[in-house]
């Protein structure tokens, strides 16, 4: 059972990049997949979670407007689009699940090596 994250890279402000979130072991049906970043020194922040059974979706606040998730249910994967890229959203961003709805940030296990996501000039 395991996520697999990709897609990020070196990126300046403005860019945009789409980061991949593969499961394999499963089936992502049934429940919340949600993207979490960490910053070096910071704690783990939530980012965007998607619930798979209606596509229904929430993000913080500080993303709202710039990034966008999606599930690809054939594909078993989780997109997240992140536009208008800024410096402070550089972080290695992860993927996690838990059963049910994303209602809040609680609950998602830590998982997976991350993809790292650098915003400069």
């Known amino acids: 059972l395991q996520f697999v994250e990709s897609g990020g890279g070196l990126v300046q402000p403005g860019g945009s990049l789409t980061l991949s979130c593969a499961a394999s072991?499963?089936?992502?049906?049934?429940?919340?997949i949600a993207w979490f970043r960490q910053a070096p020194g910071k704690e783990r922040e939530g980012v965007s979670c998607?619930?798979?059974?209606?596509?229904?979706?929430i993000s913080a606040d500080s993303v709202k407007g710039r990034f966008t998730i999606s599930i690809d249910n054939a594909k078993n994967t989780v997109y997240l689009q992140m536009t208008s890229l800024k410096p402070e959203d550089t972080a290695t961003y992860y993927c996690?699940?838990?059963?049910?709805?994303?209602?809040?940030?609680?609950?998602?296990?830590?998982w997976g090596q991350g993809t790292r996501v650098t915003v400069s000039s």
């Open positions: 072991g499963f089936t992502l049906r049934y429940y919340a």
């Open positions: 996690s699940r838990q059963p049910g709805r994303c209602r809040n940030w609680e609950g998602f296990p830590s």
């Open positions: 998607i619930t798979s059974t209606d596509n229904s979706t």
